[in-house]
Every structure is written in C-alpha cells, then in structure tokens.
C-alpha cells in the first residue's frame, strides 16, 4: 500500500522551546523553560529545542564524518558489522530486518557506539566499540559528539524532573554512570510504490529515557497524533529534536508520552541523522516516582529492557545468540 504524505506540523503541536536559561542556570528563567517542557511532553511527546549551547563545530565535524563512513565500501563496513558485536555496536547494513513496524525491511543503515566498558556478565550490553580501519577520523568526531550530547542530556534532566513536579536532582541518580547510545544514520533515497515493503524506519516508539535527534534540512521524521494522523516534523536550523522514550514514560507513570514515530526519505536525495539515546544507569530499575499508588505493574531493569529491545530490533544477532 502507499505510504501516505503528512501534512506539515503545526509548531504549536511540537512547540519550539527555547532552553537557554536552564542551560545557562538562569533561575529567572527556567521555570518558564520547564513548563514549556511540560506542555511538550504531556500534550505532543516531541519538542525542538533551540539556544542549546552546542558547539556547532563539534556537530558539522560529525555530519562530514557521517558522510565520509557511509560512502566507504560495503567491505568496510561490514569488517565493523554489527552482528559480529555481542554487545550491539558497530555497522547496520542497509535494509536490516529489524521489526520496528508493520511496513517490513528498513531503507536505512546505521552505526552505533556506546561508552567503551570492560566486559560484564552482568550487563551483557558492556563492551568495546567498532571503528573502521579505513576511517580513523571518525572516531574523534563521534566521541567529540558524544561528550556534547552528554552534557546537553544533564542539562536536560533537571529540566525534565521540574516539569513533573519533583526537586531537580530527582533524576541524578539513576543517570550516574548511565548507558548513553549515539546512531549515526543513512537514509538513501527511495521510491514510494503500491507494493513497497520498505520503510526509512518504520512506525515505533523509542525505548530510551529520551532521545535527542539532529536531522538535516531534507525532512522526513513523522509523528502520530492521537488521531492516528502522521504529522510531519520539518527540520528547523539551530535545532534538535527531543522526544521521550518508554522509560521516561514508565518513570512518570504515563504523564510524559513516548509518542510513536517513523522516517520517510520522500525527496531523492541522500538523508542522514544522529540520534542519541539517554538511558539511565544498566542497572537501574524503572518504576513510577509519581502517582505510584495508581500503578501496579512490577518495575523492569533498564539494560535488561535496553537488551532486549536491541534482540528484537536487530534480530540477525538475536538469532546468533540463540544458536551459541
């Protein structure tokens, strides 16, 4: 079936907020900060962010990079191949069979890094990075990417934990030692068909706590509303985008919506993005801190529900594991 065209969003239903106070520490502003935050992420589960303090040139050196690792030949990145991490880091080859939605194969690929860890048993998501031969520039760019998201994520939290109501240490420690997960991502151009199979990346929710998301200038990030309507979010200069994840969801017991979402490269050009995920700690256990009385479903541990997600989402290594 065809995939049909979004209308355009209307700003007011993914609001732009401007968090310049509470990244600056301007107790004056911030609690304006925070209850745009709030409107956000009760009402729409999406906002831009803009004023956020991130180097621009730290951002710029990682789209280069991003470019430079895509266009590498096929055997080089596949000598840094997902499947051949136990702990899901590495390349995602185009159109992977992942089961992020009704509409079959995703049309993008991928390259995923986490905090380089000594091996745990304990958490099986633990464990060193992939890095291509071919491409040693990369490396500094994504750990010069990753640092900046870490410190945009912490300005994040206080944020986040006011708009629910709580002190705004609330979320300091669960996000001691946290899993932080940065994707680069490839969309090639792709045609919309009758009987097309294959999606950017197909409707579903993120499991993180949030994620914060820079898209370039082509467009084609969706939202679905309550209505059941795909509503285009366009890309806007200066921004990112941050949404919430199920286990920002889980923690305010439904207050915070972790809305479902999809890509769609409609424009014949080449799309990329960067995605960075802010989990808490691998072995926190996720349970309501507000209304708790009105929720009686029994917690989950953060790296286990991470864990799992990835097995589902990148089955090619749920099935090795399940053949070792």
Known sequence: M??????????????????????????????????????????????????????????????DQAHAFFSLPTADKMSVAVENSPQFRGYLPLEYTGNEGPEGRNLQEGFIVMQDRPLDSRAPLYGPNQWPARLPSLKPAMLGYYAAMEA??????????????LPASS????????????????????????????IGVG??????????????DLGGLEIKNKSGEWIGVPPIDGT????????????????????????????????????????????????????????????FICGEYIHKNYQRIYPQRASQAAAD
């Open 2 to 63: 065809v995939v049909p065209a979004s209308r355009i969003l209307d700003f007011s239903e993914a609001p732009i907020v401007d968090i310049a106070a509470l990244v600056d520490g301007d107790p004056k502003g911030t609690q304006a900060v925070v209850r745009e935050i709030a409107q956000a992420c009760e009402h729409v589960g999406f906002m831009y962010v803009r004023n956020h303090r991130v180097d621009t040139t730290v951002l710029s050196a990682l789209i």
């Open 152 to 165: 945009l994520a912490f300005r994040m939290l206080p944020g986040m934990a006011m708009a629910l109501g």
């Open 171 to 198: 979320f300091a420690a669960p996000y001691v030692d946290p899993m932080l997960i940065l994707k680069l991502n490839h969309y090639p151009p792709q045609q919309i068909t009758s009987d097309t199979e294959m």
């Open 203 to 216: 409707g579903h929710c993120d499991g993180s706590g949030f994620t914060i998301l820079w898209q370039d």
């Open 240 to 299: 990112f985008v941050i949404n919430i994840g199920n286990i920002l969801q889980r923690w305010s017991n439904g207050r915070f919506s972790s809305t479902e979402h999809r890509v769609i490269n409609r424009y014949g050009k080449d799309r990329y993005s960067i995605a960075f995920f802010a989990d808490p700690n691998y072995h926190t256990a996720i349970r309501p801190i507000i209304d708790q009385t009105s929720s009686d479903e029994p917690p």
